[in-house]
């Protein structure tokens, strides 16, 4: 079975200091992992996901994560933030292939407030 | 090309009420996935569909929800005799194909059970 644990339900950065949101997954397969970010009452927007090849993938909106099989982990980092960084933040896993059929396995989330 | 529509957005039923909540797939994807947040926490898998087949229900209550995404129209989710427990935020997904690096998340349908 998989499990993604985001370490910090809460965040809280000054603009313009470094965002760094914790994600460790644990997968019995070679796993996917996803960004998403869900602004206040509205869905899920994937910032960037990690499936072969380079282990830092870039995403949107300057954001960039480091698959870390060692670790386990999938950081989520941004140099600096930006107030309209706020937002809730979730670390997903996949299987790659086998009976999984595609779906998420999802953390609880972090919600990043940046303030002035 | 549109993205994943659901319907309604928001949806206020009694309790012992029914609750339909429907996903429209983008164009030309044939699976869907429903997800649920409950308040404070993360999304959890419901159910996994193709056109007219559900593949994978492991994460649905046993009693009282079910869900289908019949040959034409959208998928539906429907929760019958809604309870408090109930209010959450339900979303789907859409793939053209079972690979969750493909998919793409709906707004979501608030439910709110009063």
């Known amino acids: 079975a998989q499990s993604v644990t985001q370490l910090g339900s809460h965040v809280s950065v000054s603009e313009g200091a470094l965002v760094l949101l914790r994600c460790n997954y644990s997968?019995?397969?070679?796993?996917?992992l996803f960004w998403y970010v869900q602004y206040p009452n509205q869905g899920l927007q994937l910032l960037l996901k990690?499936?072969?090849?380079?282990?830092l993938v870039k995403g949107i909106n300057g954001f960039e994560a480091e698959f870390k099989k060692s670790e386990t982990s999938f950081h989520l980092t941004k140099p600096s933030a930006h107030m309209s960084d706020a937002a809730e933040y979730f670390c997903a896993v996949s299987d790659t292939g086998g009976t999984s059929y595609g779906k998420l396995t999802f953390g609880q989330g972090t919600i990043l407030t940046v303030h002035p | 090309n549109a993205g994943v529509m659901q319907n309604p957005r928001h949806l206020v039923r009694r309790r012992g009420q029914e609750a339909r909540l429907r996903c429209s797939p983008m164009?030309?994807?044939?699976?869907v996935y429903w997800y649920r947040q409950l308040p404070e926490e993360g999304l959890k898998f419901m159910v996994y569909l193709q056109k007219e087949n559900i593949i994978d229900e492991s994460g649905m209550p046993k009693e009282r929800f079910s869900a289908e995404f019949p040959k034409e129209g959208p998928s539906i989710l429907r929760i019958q005799q809604v309870v408090r427990g109930d209010s959450a935020a339900y979303f789907c997904?859409?793939?053209?194909?079972?690979?969750?690096?493909?998919?793409?998340f709906g707004q979501g349908t608030r439910l709110t059970v009063v």
């Open positions: 164009k030309g994807h044939s699976h």
């Open positions: 997904a859409s793939s053209p194909r079972e690979l969750a690096t493909e998919a793409f």
């Open positions: 990690y499936t072969t090849g380079a282990t």
């Open positions: 997968s019995s397969v070679p796993p996917y």
